[in-house]
């Protein structure tokens, strides 16, 4: 009997501290997909054990090939009906960015998660431009797995997304012919490097642009098309671009003066374009048209393209991502209800 009573006890004493105890839950469910190079990043594996410490239940998944991204990106979300996933984040340059955000738009992310942006690229253009720690991986992990969503804005070339810019003449070729390795030594500088040995093969373009209540035609140097603002490392190309504003902001840089000073390049890498031309043709719409008569060499965050004519047009609040603040987003306005982008593919 006593022996009874005891077991009784214990029994009531395990229940009552189940009670008292709940299993603890992690404070976020967070998916990264890793570019394949920054896997031995010591960086990346002291953010994840801090947000582990801190938490969080953090999975990695690393690239391998070309491809590897989108589909672990569409794993991940098949994944989110059970075991919900919180933030899926890109982990790598802008690159993985367009590939991971891109696959989550038209795979459709599911509403209780958002998408993040843990920086590891050469430029981080879309990173910088939108407050992001880029020196500091813990602290942008952190922004990732907790920060509140902002919806931001989707810019699509012929139906193909980008998140940040696309760009268009000379500075697209100084970007496809960066070599990688000197990218992976100097960072964004391989770009000055490479921009400043090839301005002497500097070539103008010739096109026709339309826009909502904006037209010009003629030659130009270079064109950029922002979501962001800046591109190769830092160059700013459209101030005042906002990434929630369902807009994309269009810059023209004509052609240069035949005096033009020789550190006119470096200048623009340096300063941004207004640093070589004080007025310059802009536009603000929702859509965008190029057209000419001979190919220009065109880049979509970081991918190249050709093409005599293209059209650019902006979704609206198409993807919630976890942010901090910064002058790329409009200040916060509460209350504003979720855009169904979907209906607008």
């Known amino acids: 009997m006593r022996r009874s009573l005891l077991l009784s006890d214990s029994l009531g004493y395990i229940a009552r501290s189940q009670r008292r105890q709940p299993e603890s839950k992690p404070v976020a469910r967070i998916r990264i997909i890793l570019h394949g190079k920054a896997a ?29 991204a989108a589909r672990l990106t569409a794993d991940a979300i098949a994944e989110t009906g059970g075991a919900k996933i919180d933030s899926i984040v890109a982990g790598g340059g802008d690159g993985t960015i367009n590939e991971v955000f891109a696959t989550a738009y038209f795979a459709g992310l599911p509403r ?4 993040g942006v843990l920086p590891l690229g050469t430029a981080n253009d879309f990173a910088r431009s939108a407050g992001l720690p880029t020196q500091d991986l813990t602290a942008a992990l952190r922004i990732a797995a907790s920060a509140p969503p902002r919806w931001i804005d989707l810019g699509l070339v012929d139906g193909k997304p980008f998140v940040n810019l696309v760009t268009g003449g ?18 964004a500088l391989a770009y000055v490097i490479t921009g400043v040995s090839r301005f002497a093969e500097l070539s103008v373009n010739r096109g026709r642009f339309r826009a ?5 035609e003629g030659p130009f140097l270079a064109l950029a098309i922002g979501n962001g603002r800046t591109a190769g490392g830092g160059v700013l190309l459209c101030p005042n671009a906002l990434i929630d504003d369902g807009l994309l902001d269009l810059t023209i840089l004509p052609e240069l003066d035949r005096m033009a000073p020789p550190d006119a390049f470096p200048r623009l890498l340096r300063e941004g374009a207004a640093a070589i031309r004080p007025v310059f043709p802009t536009a603000r719409s929702s ?46 306005v509460t209350g504003v209800a ?5 209906t607008r593919r």
């Open 170 to 187: 000379f500075g697209s070729r100084v970007t496809v012919a960066t070599d990688p390795d000197l990218k992976q030594r100097l960072g």
């Open 40 to 68: 031995g990043n010591a960086g990346v594996r002291a953010a994840v054990d801090t947000l582990r410490q801190d938490g969080h239940a953090v999975e990695v998944r690393v690239t391998w090939e070309p491809g590897d």
């Open 287 to 332: 859509w965008i048209e190029y057209e000419s008569a001979d190919d220009i060499n065109i880049n979509l965050d970081g991918e190249p393209m050709v093409a005599k004519r293209f059209r650019v047009e902006c979704r609206g609040r198409a993807l919630p991502v976890r942010l901090s603040e910064s002058a790329l987003l409009s200040p916060r």
């Open 212 to 216: 909502e209540g904006f037209s010009w």
């Open 338 to 342: 979720r855009t169904d982008a979907n």
């Open 112 to 115: 209780e998660s958002a998408l």
